[in-house]
């Protein structure tokens, strides 16, 4: 059973950075596509940026060019690098990972592409 340990969380001004970790255990495949998504109070949940199995990165509109999603795989480790925080980057955020067998080429911002989630942290920027 894989297991997904998220840190990093907080409260920011805007303009802000704050970075988001998510640690992995419990493996069962060899490789892992990972995504970050988030959801609002009152909003539906959205992927704001994934990684594919083999390293390739895909992002929301919303969020390109401000955050950074990364993996380290030495460390078993996901990151997402948020910049330039704005208010309505404020939401509960989620990182999610599934099985090679499973990825999509690219990176997959689609919630449903993923079994594996952690267990969210919240990110408040005020104005």
């Known amino acids: 059973q894989v297991q997904l340990v998220e840190s990093g969380g907080g409260s920011v001004q805007a303009g802000g950075s704050l970075r988001l970790s998510c640690a992995a255990c419990?493996?069962?495949?060899?490789?892992?596509?990972m995504g970050w998504f988030r959801q609002a109070p009152g909003k539906e949940r959205e992927g704001v940026a994934a990684?594919?199995?083999?390293?390739?990165?895909t992002y929301a509109d919303s969020v390109k060019g401000r955050f950074t999603i990364s993996k380290d795989s030495a460390k078993n480790t996901l990151y997402l690098q948020m910049n330039k925080l704005k208010p309505e980057d404020t939401a509960m955020y989620y990182c999610?990972?599934?099985?090679?067998?499973?990825?999509?080429?690219?990176?997959?911002?689609?919630?449903?592409?993923?079994?594996?989630w952690s267990q969210g942290t919240q990110v408040t920027v005020s104005s």
């Open positions: 999610a990972a599934e099985g090679e067998n499973f990825c999509f080429p690219g990176g997959s911002l689609e919630g449903a592409d993923f079994r594996y």
């Open positions: 419990g493996y069962i495949y060899r490789r892992y596509c």
């Open positions: 990684t594919d199995s083999d390293g390739s990165t």
